[in-house]
């Protein structure tokens, strides 16, 4: 078997899109590009036959220009056309304002594919906050798709300036900007790439996965001392893309499955030619977002949409769970953290492994690939986890209190104060400050002469009530092991029953097996026949993955589950064909 790994680094500004603010001064009146030049990616292109210069050819492969072009894609195309040298008389000028300062290796120019048009002279200004010009340079594109490297650091503005186009009397038609490069590596380029994937059926906790990768880094582009380079233009949750070129033999195609993406958290280049990265998951990205909490009594879905809601990460909860009524508490955390209950309440697994997408699901059920001992490495250990005698789930039931509390005092001096609340609180009241905003966990307060500030509000009070289910047939030499869930706040009595019980069905899963393995396309979470070299079989999840991508596409496995009942013929064990063997 022969295997690649393929590296994607996306050297990209990671804020500068969102703020940015493109002109359409001198685009044509059905463009929005405040809109579409914002887009992750360009929208899609039709091939449109238009008036240029032989632009609109016979062929049947163009389509007619709309009648009422606006309101589709089309990113920033020009008012005027080149002439007839592709020169522009009057050149047409595209300025994109910024809020924040920003810093990038350069910008890439997105031009137009259908008819593979492009400009083939751009000037380019960079400006500061105070107007100053940091930097100016001429570029000559030569494709549609062209980086104009650039190591400019504190710009809020930049002018392009499209000085002539690829092919005479065209329009300039930028489909995308992006505010910085994507570099690829693989081969010998890619020293090292480790995966580590986790997962927790109960969500007892949404484990981050992570990659630790190394590249060969002969030219120096990662070293702080290359004015050349792009080490300054390094930032955190920039994306890293992971494939993996895979063909099993010289008579089969390659295959190319996406081992995951990642966001760039730490880097280092200790010795020049080494540049190693550490990153982690979408799952990290909501772990350093702070979510404000709240008290809730409406559908999962909408539980779900109010914490993913202002950020970029991509989700989907599966359907059986969207219209589950969700009642309780969710304090101030990280997006995380609150996705970490709501998960724990419904009983769904949070997994993004290979992919950014994070996907919402209910564990599996029944086992859908079977590995057979000829997949395995020699040496493959099971032991056995504690047995769990008893699940004590505390349920959470929030009424508010008939009398307002005080719940904050304090001397202040004149400002604007944040005010967090340890409990929720509703119908909030301040004297000696004006309260400018309020929700069921925090206040902010304006005070504008100093002295004693009083917030009050009528508490929620935690109404608990504790449901036990404990294992049945247990000798009397086991000894107690209780699994208690005291902090699931969003667990309400109607669920407190039903949570003890699956935690002690989990539980049942005590052998753990790890192997390694050459990876095929078995995943994090996959419910798996297992076939040792004594002949006993183990049924059970995909609870930790540790992969080497550059190593020959080895895999540690993790499998916890129950042994299969002797005499059972796997081949046809009703869950997956039998032609799935071997």
């Known amino acids: 078997m022969q295997t690649n790994t393929v590296v994607e680094l996306a050297l990209l500004d990671v804020t500068a899109k969102k703020d940015s603010q493109p002109d359409p001064a ?15 990616k360009a929208g899609h292109c039709l091939k449109y036959g238009t008036l240029e210069t032989r632009q609109f050819a016979m062929d049947g492969s163009f389509s007619l220009f709309p009648d009422a072009p606006a309101g589709q894609f089309w990113g920033w195309w020009s008012k005027q056309q080149s002439g007839a040298d592709g020169a522009f008389s009057a050149p047409p000028r595209l300025t994109v304002n910024f809020v924040q300062p920003h810093s990038s290796a350069g910008i890439t120019l997105h031009f137009y594919p259908p008819t593979m048009d492009w400009a083939s002279k751009v000037d380019i200004c960079w400006y500061s906050d105070t107007g100053d010009m940091l930097e100016r340079k001429q570029y000559t594109p030569n494709a549609v798709d062209y980086f104009c490297a650039a190591n400019v650091s504190g710009w809020t503005r930049l002018e392009l300036t499209f000085l002539a186009t690829s092919r005479p009397g065209r329009y300039v038609k930028l489909t995308a900007l992006d505010y910085g490069t994507r570099l690829t590596f693989s081969g010998e380029d890619v020293v090292s790439a480790h995966l580590l994937e986790e997962v927790d059926l109960l969500s007892s906790e949404i ?16 070293s702080l001392l290359n004015p050349e380079g792009v ?5 955190q949750q920039q994306q890293i893309t992971v494939w993996e070129e895979v063909r099993p033999s010289p008579a089969e195609p390659v295959s190319r499955p996406c081992m995951g993406v990642f966001y760039l958290d730490s880097w280092d280049n200790p010795d020049g030619t080494l540049a190693s990265f550490s990153a982690v998951d979408a799952v990290g990205l909501l772990d350093k977002e702070p979510f404000e909490g709240g008290l809730y009594d409406r559908r999962a879905l909408d539980v779900c949409i109010f914490i993913f809601e202002g950020t970029d990460v991509s989700w989907s ?20 953290e609150a996705l970490q209950q709501l998960a724990f309440a419904l009983g769904a697994v949070v997994d993004c492994s290979r992919g950014k997408h994070v996907r919402i699901y209910p564990p599996a059920v029944t086992a859908s690939k079977y590995i057979g001992s000829d997949r395995k490495f020699m040496g493959s250990p099971v032991s056995q986890l504690p047995q769990v005698t008893g699940a004590w789930v505390t349920a959470h039931q929030y009424r508010q209190e008939d009398a307002q509390e005080e719940l904050y005092k304090a001397d ?3 400002g604007i104060y944040r005010v967090d609340l340890s409990d929720p609180a509703s119908w909030l009241n301040a004297s000696g400050a004006e309260l400018q905003e309020s929700s069921i966990n925090h206040a902010v307060l ?9 917030l009050t509000g009528y508490k929620y009070k935690d109404v608990q009530t504790v449901y036990r289910r404990q294992a049945s047939d247990l000798s009397a030499s086991v000894p107690s ?12 009595p109607s669920r407190g029953d039903a949570v003890a019980q699956r935690i002690l069905n989990q539980s049942k899963n005590r052998l753990e097996q790890t192997f390694q393995m050459v990876l095929g396309t078995e995943r994090l979470a996959d419910m798996l026949v297992v076939e040792n070299q004594s002949g006993s079989s183990l049924r059970g999840t995909i609870r930790r993955m540790e992969i080497d991508l550059t190593g ?5 496995v993790t499998v916890v589950g129950q042994q299969m009942a002797s005499g059972t013929d796997i081949r046809y064990a009703g869950e997956f064909f039998a032609g799935e063997k071997g």
């Open 552 to 556: 020959g596409f080895l895999a540690d």
């Open 446 to 454: 304006k005070v504008a002469q100093a002295g004693t500030v009083t």
């Open 26 to 40: 001198d685009a044509q009146s059905f463009c929005d590009p405040a809109q579409d030049l914002k887009q992750e």
């Open 412 to 414: 202040l001096q004149p």
């Open 481 to 492: 092991n209780l699994r208690k869930v005291e902090q699931a706040t969003l667990v309400d």
């Open 207 to 222: 484990s981050i996965n992570t990659l630790d990768l190394e590249l060969y880094d002969q030219a120096g582009l990662f």
């Open 317 to 336: 909860l599966a359907d059986c769970y969207h219209d589950q009524h969700i009642k309780g508490w969710l304090p101030q955390c990280s997006r995380r």
């Open 231 to 235: 080490a300054s233009s390094l930032q």
